[in-house]
Nanobody
Framework: QMQLVESGGGVVQAGGSLRLSCAAS????????MGWSRQAPGKERELVAV???????EYIESLKGRFTISRDGAKNTVDLQMSNLTPEDTAVYYC?????????????????WGQGTQVTVSS
C-alpha cells in the first residue's frame, strides 16, 4: 500500500511565499509521476503541475513563474514552492502520484491522492 502525506500549508499574506511538501510512504510501489493539484472553494479540482521522471508539465498558465515543483525520485517526495501568492491561490492543495502498486500477486497502475493541505492567502 502507498500513502501520500502533505505538509506546509497555512495562512499567508498576499505577496508572500509558502512551500508545500509531500512524502510517499508504504511498501510495494514504484512511482511514475508526482505532482500537485488544488481545489478552490466552489470550484473543481485542477492539476497544478506534475513531474514525470524529470519532465515537468505545468497546467495553469497564471501560475507559471510563481509556482515551482521539485521532485526527489530517490526519496519519493515532491515539493511545491509558491511565491507571490494572491487570494485567488486560496485552496486545498493535494499531492498526487501515479504509481505501480503491488496488490496481492499483481502490480496495478494507480492514481493516489493525499488528504490535502489548506492554503489561505489573505489580502
Amino acid at each position: 500500500q502507498m500513502q501520500l502525506v502533505e505538509s506546509g500549508g497555512g495562512v499567508v499574506q498576499a505577496g508572500g511565499s509558502l512551500r508545500l511538501s509531500c512524502a510517499a510512504s508504504g511498501s510495494g510501489f514504484s512511482i511514475n509521476a508526482m505532482g500537485w493539484s488544488r481545489q478552490a472553494p466552489g470550484k473543481e479540482r485542477e492539476l497544478v503541475a506534475v513531474d514525470s521522471d524529470g519532465e515537468t508539465e505545468e497546467y495553469i498558465e497564471s501560475l507559471k513563474g510563481r509556482f515551482t515543483i521539485s521532485r526527489d525520485g530517490a526519496k519519493n517526495t515532491v515539493d511545491l514552492q509558491m511565491s507571490n501568492l494572491t487570494p485567488e491561490d486560496t485552496a486545498v492543495y493535494y499531492c498526487y502520484a501515479n504509481a505501480r502498486i503491488k496488490e496481492g500477486s499483481w502490480f496495478f497502475v494507480r492514481d493516489v491522492w493525499g488528504q490535502g493541505t489548506q492554503v489561505t492567502v489573505s489580502s
